[in-house]
């Protein structure tokens, strides 16, 4: 492992109690009351602190480090991104979560925590310093530690050379370092998904006909491909409702039991989506929702999502996911589970994930990070050998519990704007996490019908997530492909079953939708820009 090039910081921030904070000059450990920081040079710095009885909510670190003026910088997204990644001059007001790249001339240096921190962590750049900010509270207020020693974060800083190397190769060579211990899938992922044709209007009759229409598309293809049925199975599934329970499905799925069966026989491997946060069971009782509290610290109500510091609430969503591998599920898709525990999407979040009015959890002696951890590993646990998709999750701290993460906002089957700005986007400025962190799903091809997005739109996007070694999935009404765009499609599905090509960008400094690839040492250029304003969402 490379040797963190940071060291020490110059000065250490501790806020603590009811907004009370403190400046010191670092050192190895650090006293405040009885709150104890230290601060260990390894391969990584690595971050821990100690309190008695005081509330913890924050460390900021700073290292006086010179900027070159000219550098270029790009930091990730809390969960998924949404349209927003790009390289960027200096900015000191920007906060960057979990890591950030900086280029300069030929050199690539990256800044972040590892993976699975227990705290939620972001970056600051200013010309004379780089600064480091963790929050380690538990709700608005701060973590009560009792007497443990918090693991908080390990930073690593590596600096790689541009002469030898692209930058996506170095950023690919970063992430390693920050996720040591990645899961992933056996081989590679393809698929389909009913959202983006039918958007929750779904049965078990057009759930089996997705599967004879999905194996006519992968025909020969050298890996089996997954069919996720989306969400619009469920029980209490309505137009103003997509949650649990998560025992039976509704009227249109009659036996969700025999379902994964019939799939199977279609030679397609059957995968599901839950919200597992959300679930109007009666015989869950309210103390199992994430609790409302007073200005007192009182209980006084509970919000609707399942509060995962409870050990019940997790068992009981452990046993959900149990039982749809039980059924048969060889995939699941777990999505929502940072919206339901925060109330806030990504682009929602400044600065942090924890707004000033969030209550913080049933277990105030953990952080939140440290509870969505929890949540990740038990799913992970539960699902056996299933592979799982994580869609809104927080990767950084997902990273070694799931599979694949749904990287990017979602796609469309109805507007290539959407698909450009949320697929193009997420594949280009985190495909150095692919294989790295999990295996990446930019998300779907979405046709929902032959007039909504120009096909010759659709087909680039199809080409570039076929030759980039990422998950390749699409959500086609069946039918709606003519017999020249079907053979094309099942090219495509070949391409990403062979798993044998990778791609990245060459225009990703000045371009945050990047129209030049290099896809297996060849150049190839996509225009994103081929619809027109007849297609265009001017109300988007």
Same mark, same amino acid.
């Given at each position: 492992?490379?040797?963190?090039?940071?060291?020490?910081?110059?000065?250490?921030?501790?806020?603590?109690?009811?907004?009370?904070?403190?400046?010191?000059?670092?050192?190895?450990?650090?006293?405040?009351?009885?709150?104890?920081?230290?601060?260990?040079?390894?391969?990584?710095?690595?971050?821990?602190?100690?309190?008695?009885?005081? $509330?913890?909510?924050?460390?900021?670190?700073?290292?006086?480090?010179?900027?070159?003026?000219?550098?270029?910088?790009?930091?990730?997204?809390?969960?998924?991104?949404?349209?927003?990644?790009?390289?960027?001059?200096?900015?000191?007001?920007?906060?960057?979560?979990?890591?950030?790249?900086?280029?300069?001339?030929?050199?690539?240096?990256?800044?972040?925590?590892?993976?699975?921190?227990?705290?939620?962590?972001?970056?600051?750049?200013?010309?004379?310093?780089?600064?480091?900010?963790?929050?380690?509270?538990?709700?608005?207020?701060?973590?009560?530690?009792?007497?443990?020693?918090?693991?908080?974060?390990?930073?690593?800083?590596?600096?790689?050379?541009?002469?030898?190397?692209?930058?996506?190769?170095?950023?690919?060579?970063?992430?390693?370092?920050?996720?040591?211990? $990645?899961?992933?899938?056996?081989?590679?992922?393809?698929?389909?998904?009913?959202?983006?044709?039918?958007?929750?209007?779904?049965?078990?009759?057009?759930?089996?006909?997705?599967?004879?229409?999905?194996?006519?598309?992968?025909?020969?293809?050298?890996?089996?491909?997954?069919?996720?049925?989306?969400?619009?199975?469920?029980?209490?599934?309505?137009?103003?409702?997509?949650?649990?329970?998560?025992?039976?499905?509704?009227?249109?799925?009659?036996?969700?039991?025999?379902?994964?069966?019939?799939?199977?026989?279609?030679?397609?491997?059957?995968?599901?989506?839950?919200?597992?946060?959300?679930?109007?069971?009666?015989?869950?009782?309210?103390?199992?929702?994430?609790?409302?509290?007073?200005?007192?610290?009182?209980?006084?109500?509970?919000?609707?999502?399942?509060?995962?510091?409870?050990?019940?609430?997790?068992?009981?969503?452990?046993?959900?996911?149990?039982?749809?591998?039980?059924?048969?599920?060889?995939?699941?898709?777990?999505?929502?589970?940072?919206?339901?525990?925060?109330?806030?999407?990504?682009?929602?979040?400044?600065?942090?994930?924890?707004?000033?009015?969030?209550?913080? #959890?049933?277990?105030?002696?953990?952080?939140?990070?440290?509870?969505?951890?929890?949540?990740?590993?038990?799913?992970?646990?539960?699902?056996?050998?299933?592979?799982?998709?994580?869609?809104?999750?927080?990767?950084?701290?997902?990273?070694?519990?799931?599979?694949?993460?749904?990287?990017?906002?979602?796609?469309?089957?109805?507007? #290539?704007?959407?698909?450009?700005?949320?697929?193009?986007?997420?594949?280009?400025?985190?495909?150095?996490?692919?294989?790295?962190?999990?295996?990446?799903?930019?998300?779907?091809?979405?046709?929902?019908?032959?007039?909504?997005?120009?096909?010759?739109?659709?087909?680039?996007?199809?080409?570039?997530?076929?030759?980039?070694?990422?998950?390749?999935?699409?959500?086609?009404? $069946?039918?709606?492909?003519?017999?020249?765009?079907?053979?094309?499609?099942?090219? #495509?599905?070949?391409?990403?079953?062979?798993?044998?090509?990778?791609?990245?960008?060459?225009?990703?400094?000045?371009?945050?939708?990047?129209?030049?690839?290099?896809?297996?040492?060849?150049?190839?250029?996509?225009?994103?820009?081929?619809?027109?304003?007849?297609?265009?969402?001017?109300?988007?």
């Amino acid at each position: 492992m490379e040797k963190c090039l940071l060291g020490l910081p110059s000065e250490v921030t501790v806020a603590y109690g009811r907004n009370q904070r403190k400046c010191l000059t670092a050192d190895a450990i650090l006293t405040i009351q009885d709150i104890q920081v230290e601060l260990t040079e390894r391969d990584a710095l690595e971050i821990a602190v100690t309190t008695q009885e005081t $509330p913890v909510c924050f460390l900021a670190l700073r290292w006086h480090l010179p900027i070159a003026e000219k550098a270029l910088f790009l930091g990730d997204a809390w969960e998924r991104s949404y349209g927003e990644l790009q390289w960027r001059g200096m900015a000191p007001a920007r906060l960057m979560p979990w890591y950030f790249l900086m280029q300069e001339k030929d050199v690539l240096t990256g800044f972040g925590v590892q993976t699975q921190p227990a705290a939620f962590a972001q970056w600051r750049v200013a010309p004379n310093s780089v600064e480091l900010l963790l929050d380690v509270r538990n709700g608005r207020g701060g973590v009560r530690l009792n007497g443990r020693r918090l693991a908080v974060a390990n930073v690593v800083a590596v600096r790689y050379s541009l002469q030898c190397q692209s930058p996506i190769s170095a950023a690919r060579q970063f992430c390693r370092l920050m996720c040591p211990r $990645p899961l992933l899938p056996p081989g590679p992922v393809i698929g389909g998904n009913n959202w983006y044709y039918a958007y929750g209007d779904i049965s078990r009759q057009s759930a089996l006909t997705d599967c004879q229409y999905l194996r006519k598309l992968t025909e020969g293809a050298s890996v089996p491909p997954y069919m996720v049925i989306d969400d619009g199975w469920q029980l209490r599934h309505s137009p103003c409702y997509n949650g649990g329970p998560w025992d039976a499905g509704n009227d249109r799925f009659p036996d969700m039991a025999a379902l994964p069966l019939e799939m199977t026989a279609s030679g397609i491997r059957p995968g599901v989506w839950l919200r597992p946060l959300l679930n109007r069971d009666s015989r869950i009782p309210d103390e199992w929702r994430l609790p409302v509290r007073d200005d007192t610290g009182a209980i006084i109500s509970h919000r609707n999502a399942l509060d995962p510091s409870r050990p019940e609430a997790l068992t009981w969503i452990q046993e959900d996911i149990r039982r749809l591998v039980g059924w048969g599920f060889q995939l699941i898709k777990h999505d929502f589970t940072t919206y339901d525990l925060f109330g806030r999407w990504g682009f929602e979040m400044t600065a942090w994930p924890l707004d000033g009015t969030h209550s913080g #959890f049933a277990d105030q002696s953990r952080t939140a990070a440290e509870i969505v951890l929890g949540l990740y590993r038990a799913i992970r646990q539960a699902a056996g050998n299933a592979l799982i998709i994580g869609c809104n999750t927080i990767g950084h701290l997902a990273a070694g519990l799931i599979h694949l993460s749904r990287t990017g906002d979602d796609t469309s089957g109805c507007s #290539f704007d959407r698909t450009r700005r949320m697929g193009v986007n997420t594949l280009a400025f985190r495909i150095c996490q692919h294989n790295t962190f999990f295996a990446m799903d930019a998300d779907c091809v979405g046709v929902a019908d032959s007039q909504a997005i120009p096909w010759e739109c659709n087909r680039q996007w199809a080409e570039l997530l076929a030759v980039s070694g990422t998950a390749f999935f699409t959500s086609v009404r $069946p039918g709606v492909l003519s017999k020249e765009q079907l053979t094309e499609m099942r090219q #495509f599905y070949h391409l990403a079953a062979n798993g044998d090509t990778t791609a990245e960008p060459l225009d990703w400094l000045n371009n945050n939708l990047p129209g030049r690839w290099r896809v297996d040492g060849h150049e190839t250029t996509f225009n994103w820009f081929q619809d027109n304003l007849e297609h265009f969402d001017l109300f988007s």
